[in-house]
């Protein structure tokens, strides 16, 4: 079946640097969400993506979509505390969603 | 307040006792969904539902059951629950059209321990 590869498994930066997480398919992704998990949380729905090449913001979170619309990525700005959690994609495939196995973004203390 | 809540949110049971989770939302969605979450293989789909008497089978349903008799109920239930059904399990929902094209809503999750 369908399947979302998510990269990488952990980040650990400094507070005030960047963070990137990347998910890959091997077929076209009718559409790509992006999901945040605070540490002892659940799921919060952050952002859709339809188009191919799209490109949106969320103050300092950059979503991007693949022309191809087989890749996406998540890009933080100057990360601080707040955004300490797991960020995950998850593609539409037959009324389910398909789920990247998320990156764990943690601050150095 | 719009929310999904499960119940309950720790358990700790045995091996083969019969279990049932249940979930219940107040928005009025018609999809409903379990998962179960792993450390490492993020959130994989047990069940879905599209709506009222409509169930389907997502990637890991065995040895899991559900049922949906009201549109704000979805019960996941563990007829004989095993070990390897240790997990933390989630109930989500969305608008009608499922996840295709609308956000999921999670519940607080359930944290389940099979000795």
Known sequence: GQQVMQIPQYQHVQEGED????????????????????????????????????????????????????????????????????YFCAADSNYQLIWGAGTKLIIKP | EAQVT?????LITVTGKKLTVTCSQ????????WYRQ?????????????NVEVTDKGDVPEGYKVSRKEKRNFPLI?????PNQTSLYFCASSPLGGPSNQP????????????
């Open chain 2, 26 to 33: 107040n928005m009025n969605h018609e999809y409903m969904s």
């Open chain 2, 78 to 82: 563990l007829e004989s629950p095993s």
């Open chain 1, 19 to 86: 963070f990137t997480t990347y998910c890959n398919s091997s077929t076209t992704l009718s559409n790509i969400q992006w999901y945040k998990q605070r540490p002892g949380g659940h799921p919060v729905f952050l952002i859709q993506l339809v188009k191919s090449g799209e490109v949106k913001k969320q103050k300092r979170l950059t979503f991007q979509f693949g022309e191809a619309k087989k890749n996406s990525s998540l890009h933080i700005t100057a990360t601080q505390t707040t955004d300490v959690g797991t």
């Open chain 2, 38 to 50: 792993d450390p490492g293989l993020g959130l994989r789909q047990i069940y879905y539902s599209m």
């Open chain 2, 104 to 115: 999921q809503h999670f519940g607080d999750g359930t944290r389940l321990s099979i000795l």
């Open chain 2, 6 to 10: 499960q119940n309950p949110r720790y």
